[in-house]
């Protein structure tokens, strides 16, 4: 009913990072859940991260396309169970490229901050035209070839962070489905302020590239409860897809 009477509105938080409410639809979320429930399962499933001081992050973590570990990529879950890493689905890929176009306008993938790539098909209410539903389908090289899916649970945090170990300087595109989260939008240069508070519900899209492609961001709180009744998920998911730049 809020969202009703007040709708939220697309906004550019910082130069060249952008916040779509609602971009994908509940058809949408329902499917990439569904997925995503398949990518948890062992092998290269859903793992805790291990940090190089000893720690580990309260998110858990599973990989496509490429396995990401402090501080770099692998083929093979390097720091879990050792088995290939699963690949990241075309239909997938072709997501963040409409991602893109969707979140900088008609110039899209073109523009000062894409990629320069072709976006393929349309986006229609939260789905991708013309998407392939087998797996074995697979991205190409140069196109978005990563997917880091991170599951927070109601007491999971994500600290101040940069996504650095890309050689691309493509758009970082983010997903959320479930739980709605504070996503912590901060500066090039540090961890602490300037930084922007953006509240980020189940559907919403996040991308960051250009002048921001390098900023700090984190995710401070969880609202546990808040995942639409109809998902049936506890928690928070988040999809962040890149592109590697590596060979």
């Known amino acids: 009913m809020t969202d009703a009477l007040f709708p939220r509105e697309r906004a550019e938080v910082a130069p060249g990072a952008v916040h779509v409410p609602g971009w994908l ?3 949408r979320q329902r499917e990439l ?16 991260v291990r940090l190089p001081g000893g720690g580990t992050m309260t998110a858990r973590q599973m ?22 890493v699963k690949p990241l689905p075309a239909w997938l890929a072709r997501l963040a490229r409409d991602a893109v ?9 073109d523009g000062p901050y894409g990629t320069g790539a072709d976006t393929g098909g349309t986006h229609e209410g939260g789905r991708a035209s013309g998407r392939d539903d087998g ?14 899916i991170n599951y927070y649970d109601s007491d999971a945090r994500m600290g101040m962070h940069r996504d650095s170990d890309e050689r691309s300087p493509a758009p970082v595109v983010s997903l959320s489905i479930g739980d709605a989260c504070v996503f912590r ?5 540090t961890r602490s302020r300037p930084y922007t508070d953006v509240e980020l519900r189940s559907g919403d899209l996040m991308v960051f590239g250009g002048p921001s492609r390098l900023a700090y961001h984190g995710v401070p709180r969880i609202h546990a409860g808040t995942a639409p009744s109809e998902l049936g998920v506890t928690g928070r998911l988040n ?3 890149r592109v590697s730049g590596l060979d």
């Open 25 to 27: 639809g509940p058809d």
């Open 33 to 48: 859940l569904d997925a995503c429930r398949v990518w948890a399962r062992p092998p290269a499933g859903l793992r805790t």
């Open 63 to 84: 990989c496509l396309g490429l396995h990401w570990y402090p501080y770099g990529y692998a083929r093979t879950v390097v720091d879990g169970d050792g088995a290939p």
């Open 101 to 109: 176009r969707d979140a900088y306008g008609p110039d899209g993938p």
């Open 135 to 148: 797996d074995h389908d697979v991205a190409d090289d140069g196109d978005y070839d990563i997917a880091l």
């Open 185 to 189: 939008f901060g500066n090039t240069e």
């Open 239 to 241: 999809i962040t897809l």
